[in-house]
């Protein structure tokens, strides 16, 4: 399979350390996009992808500021070359927005009363019922 084109500018030091779960991910992303989405709705067919594309953000948002195990030269690189999504990360280190899992969430003009996502109800206040976030 072929690597994925970045820049020119070759990565900086530590990139071998997350090249493996980059690719694995970017892997499960074409695989997901392939996946056959026939007699889904189509927010269903679009669930794979935002999880991935979360999960990739989150590793590298988790590795630069909760476990400092990278450097900030190899942070602004993923930033820069979309491997990681700087809007998704910079509304994760506002006070309330820790466990937001889209950007679409957050957005009222998507929704037909002007409201946010389900998911952004504090867990206390939501009853019993199991609701899952629609995006």
Known sequence: MPKVKRSRKPP??????IEPTIDELDAKMREAETD??????KVEALWPIFRLHHQKSRY??????RRKAISRQLYEYCLKENIADKNLIAKWKKQGYENLCC???IQTRDTNFGANCICRVPKS???AVSLSCIN
């Open 103 to 105: 950007l679409r969430c």
């Open 36 to 41: 056959p989405h026939e007699g889904k709705r």
């Open 125 to 127: 206040k939501l009853e």
């Open 60 to 65: 590298i948002y988790d590795l630069f500021y």
């Open 12 to 17: 900086p030091e530590g990139w071998e350390l």
